[in-house]
């Protein structure tokens, strides 16, 4: 489960495509269009595992 750090909104990883570009693995939230960070850990059964980081404040 990801969740947008702008709106909250919660989501299945499924419904928000992880992309790569200059600053790192994201996904943009389907709601509001943010732009929120993921992580890699590695590849399991042929699949990369991503993560949402917690957020600090």
């Known amino acids: 489960m990801w969740k947008c750090i702008r709106c909250g909104t919660e989501f299945e990883a499924d419904e ?3 992309n790569v570009d200059s600053f ?5 939230c389907p709601v509001c269009g943010r732009r929120n960070r993921l992580r890699s850990h590695g590849e399991e059964d042929g699949f990369l595992v991503l993560e949402q980081p917690r957020e600090e404040n």
């Open 16 to 18: 928000a495509e992880a």
């Open 24 to 28: 790192g693995l994201h996904f943009m």
